[in-house]
C-alpha cells in the first residue's frame, strides 16, 4: 500500500521482526485488514480460515476432517491447526514477520503460539483486537461474498466490487460462504463468546490494542497503523 502519511519501515523497527495477531469476532473486518496491513508492512497475512479451506478444496484427510465442522460454524481441532499453522509460517515469505488472522482461537492454541515463538527464540505477538458490535457483525456477514480465487473480501452494501457479482483482481465470480448464512453465524459468534473471547485474557496486558472496528475500513486501518508505530517506537527492538 503506498499511503506516504503512513510510511513505515520494519528494518529499523521491531528488531526487523513482528508478529501481529488479528484478532475479533467473525464478521469483524479482520480479513479485509489482514490484506491491508500486511502489504503495509511486506510481510504475509496468513489466514487459518484460508488455509483450511485450501484443504477442504484440495480434498486432503486434514480437509475432509474441517469440511464437516467448518460447515456447522465449530472449530476445528487444536492440534490439527497448530501443525498446519506451523507449516506454513516455516515457508521463507514469514522471514521477517507474519500477521495471523484468525488464530489464535483458544487458549490452548495461544499457549502453543506463545512456546512456538519463544522455542523459535522470537517476539511474543502483538494483537490488534477489532471490536464491533454484534448486530453490525450479523449486517456484515450476510452481505459478504468472497472470491474463490484470490480470497478477496467485498461487502455488497459497504465494499461493492467495481463490477457486480465479480471480482476486481481476476473476474472469478464471486461466492457466498456457506459459514455466511444466519443459523450459521449465530453458531459461529457463540464460539467465540466461549472458546475465542477468553483468548483476549490471554493477551491482556500492553502488547493488546484494542481498535474500532465498526468505522469504515480505511479508518480502522489508520487506527491499526497508529497503534503499531506507537508500539514501535516504545519498542523497536523488542526481537533482541
Ligand atoms: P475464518 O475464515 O477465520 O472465519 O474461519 C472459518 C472457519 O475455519 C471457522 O469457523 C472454523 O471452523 C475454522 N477455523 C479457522 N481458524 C481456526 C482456528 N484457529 N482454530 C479452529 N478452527 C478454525
Known amino acids: 500500500m503506498t ?5 513505515f519501515s520494519l528494518k529499523d523497527r521491531f528488531g526487523g521482526f513482528v508478529v501481529l495477531l488479528l484478532f475479533g469476532p467473525p464478521g469483524c473486518g479482520k480479513g479485509t485488514q489482514a490484506r491491508m ?3 503495509w508492512l511486506g510481510i504475509p497475512a496468513v489466514s487459518t480460515g484460508d488455509l483450511l479451506r485450501a484443504e477442504v478444496g484440495a480434498r486432503t484427510p486434514l480437509g475432509v476432517v474441517a469440511a464437516a465442522i467448518m460447515e456447522t460454524g465449530g472449530l476445528v481441532g487444536d492440534s490439527l491447526v497448530n501443525a498446519m499453522l506451523v507449516r506454513r509460517v516455516e515457508h521463507s515469505d514469514c522471514a521477517r514477520g507474519f500477521l495471523l488472522d484468525g488464530f489464535p482461537r483458544t487458549v490452548a492454541q495461544a499457549g502453543f503460539l ?6 523459535r527464540q522470537l517476539p511474543p505477538g502483538r494483537v490488534i483486537h477489532l471490536e464491533v458490535e454484534r448486530h453490525t457483525l450479523i449486517d456484515r456477514m ?5 472470491c474463490p480465487v484470490c480470497g478477496r473480501i467485498y461487502n455488497t452494501l459497504h465494499q461493492p466490487p467495481r463490477s457486480n457479482g465479480v471480482c476486481d483482481n481476476d473476474g472469478a465470480v464471486l461466492i457466498r460462504r456457506k459459514d455466511d448464512h444466519e443459523s450459521i453465524v449465530r453458531q459461529r459468534l457463540k464460539e467465540y463468546d466461549e472458546l475465542t473471547g477468553p483468548v483476549l485474557h490471554h493477551y491482556c496486558g500492553p502488547r493488546l490494542h484494542s481498535i474500532d472496528g465498526g468505522q469504515p475500513a480505511e479508518r480502522v486501518f489508520e487506527d491499526i497503523t497508529a497503534a503499531i508505530q506507537w508500539a514501535s517506537e516504545r519498542e523497536p527492538s523488542s526481537a533482541a
Request: hydrophobic share 25%.
Open 3 to 7: 499511503h506516504p502519511r503512513l510510511s
Open 37 to 39: 496491513v500486511s502489504s
Open 114 to 119: 506463545d512456546d512456538y515463538l519463544a522455542s
Open 142 to 146: 450476510s452481505a459478504r461474498r468472497q
